[in-house]
Nanobody
Framework: QVQPVESGGGLVQAGGSLRLSCAASGRPFSSYAMGWFRQAPGKDREFVSAINWSGGSTYYVDSVKGRFTISRDNAKNTVYLQMNSLKPEDTAVYYC??????????????????WGQGTQVTVSS
């Protein structure tokens, strides 16, 4: 079991940056794909980005490509989401989730077993 805990959310102006962190307890963290999702008020949970167990493959929803970067540090059991050039439409609660062990991540929430509590990101215009 790998239980994620997110941090790093906050309020930022449009065009600004934030880095989210996801510290995952349990092991072996390094064998699991990890993903980031977000949910805005009144909307469904949306896939944002994912990374495979080694960090060698990354995936993004089209709306964040070129602005967000996912990475992981397996020695620290942590996944990061660097968010640059933030837009008001990026405002949401961001969730980190544990994906398949050894397998490639998928863009559907059903492919993730353990979820964090979420961290709020608010981008003002």
């Amino acid at each position: 079991q790998v239980q994620p805990v997110e941090s790093g959310g906050g309020l930022v102006q449009a065009g600004g940056s934030l880095r989210l962190s996801c510290a995952a307890s349990g092991r072996p963290f390094s064998s699991y794909a990890m993903g980031w999702f977000r949910q805005a008020p009144g909307k469904d949970r949306e896939f944002v980005s994912a990374i495979n167990w080694s960090g060698g493959s990354t995936y993004y929803v089209d709306s964040v490509k070129g602005r967000f970067t996912i990475s992981r540090d397996n020695a620290k059991n942590t996944v990061y989401l660097q968010m640059n050039s933030l837009k008001p439409e990026d405002t949401a609660v961001y969730y980190c989730a544990t994906g398949p062990r050894w397998g490639d991540p998928v863009p559907e929430a059903a492919g993730y077993n353990y979820w964090g509590q979420g961290t709020q990101v608010t981008v003002s215009s």
